[in-house]
């Protein structure tokens, strides 16, 4: 008799966990709207370049993560600071993606946007323009420890004459002789 109890007690346990389980779980329709939250930071950089499924990948990738953390789809649409919320994990999502290879230097550096800053000339085939990503990449590595240290370069990079521009200007230069002059601003106070 006591095995019986303990059986129907166990048995009762597990299903009440995997119905439990089940309930948490976000539906299509959720996850969906939490999609629409994050199609609303399409415009920062490293997204803006983006293909369409590249950024469908991203985005699935962030609503996983707040999946995780608020398993109840609820919770997380009551929270007080919601767009706050998303915009962490939006920002989280593309620092772990982010690492100074060639392939994410091109996303957040586009050539078009590098040849309007005089940076690199217009007339560069793919392989010298991949060439200078990962010149561009490998000075990024030996720059920054970490990529915590290169996202904070990136989002306090304000002036003409910044960390990050000089590594691209100094590729530049190595890889195509491209000379690029500065000209300094002298303020007065």
Not at 2 to 15: C, E, Q, Y
Not at 100 to 110: E, F, G, L, V, W
Request: charge should be negative; aromatic fraction near 10%; include cysteine.
């Amino acid at each position: 008799m006591k095995r019986t109890l303990l059986a129907i007690m166990v048995i009762a346990s597990v299903v009440g966990v995997a119905s439990c389980s089940k309930a948490q779980r976000w539906n299509e329709k959720e996850r969906r709207a939490v999609r629409d939250d994050v199609r609303a930071y399409r415009n920062m950089v490293y997204l803006d370049n983006l293909e369409q499924a590249e950024f469908d990948l991203f985005s699935n990738d962030v609503v996983d993560a707040i999946e995780v953390d608020y398993p109840i789809y609820t919770t997380f649409v009551e929270l007080p600071g919601r767009g706050d919320t998303v915009e962490v994990y939006v920002v989280s999502t593309i620092v772990s993606e982010l690492a100074a290879d060639a392939h994410n230097m091109r996303k957040i550096y586009p050539y078009k946007e590098l040849v309007a800053e005089g940076i690199l000339p217009s007339d560069l085939d793919r392989q010298a323009q991949r060439a200078f990503y990962e010149c561009f990449a490998r000075r990024v590595d030996n720059s920054f420890s970490s990529v915590g240290e290169f996202f904070n370069a990136v989002l306090a990079d304000t002036t003409s004459n910044s960390k990050i521009e000089q590594l691209q200007r100094q590729c530049a230069s190595d890889l195509f002789d491209w000379v690029v002059e500065i000209d300094e601003v002298i303020l007065y106070e």
